[in-house]
């Protein structure tokens, strides 16, 4: 199913944990809407602004394969409404920089262990959030602003 002209719907519910575990991560009607706009407002302008593929290294997680992997309670994954991300020759730094300068509308942009970028759509009414995440003594620092790390 082709969510937009560049990214279908199996990219961003394929995960070897949910193979693994048997974890059911099939989204709702509701899901597919908000993957989307996600598409649509935020990774399809941006990959047809680089002219080069865009991959999903994690997008929707029903919430059992959420708390599998140890995400956060409130992650948007869970609603389709974020995506990690990785532009093959362009560092998570770089592509954070990019994005930044495109104004898309995007919610939160995290710099994740300078190894993948994390993209939500906005929330009505908040503020957009940048961040870089680390690590630091086996725990993860979520530092404002970007960070090339």
């Known amino acids: 199913m082709l969510l937009s002209k560049h990214f279908e719907l199996a990219e961003f519910v394929v995960s070897e944990t949910a193979a693994r575990q048997g ?17 649509e407002k935020l990774l399809e302008p941006l990959r047809v602004h680089l002219a080069r593929p865009v991959i999903i290294t994690s997008g929707y997680r029903s919430v059992e394969l959420n708390q599998a992997i140890g995400g956060s309670n409130t992650s948007q994954h869970m609603t389709g409404k974020a995506a990690d991300i990785i532009v093959p020759g362009i560092t998570p730094f770089d592509l954070c920089t990019l994005i930044e300068s495109m104004n898309l509308p995007y919610g939160q942009l995290i710099n994740e262990f300078g190894r993948w970028t994390h993209i939500s759509l906005e929330t009505s009414g908040k503020p957009k959030q940048t961040f870089t995440a680390y690590r630091n003594n086996h725990q993860t620092i979520y530092e404002a602003g970007l960070i090339n790390v």
């Open 23 to 39: 974890i059911d991560n099939q989204p709702s009607d509701q899901v597919i809407a908000n993957l989307s706009g996600l598409c």
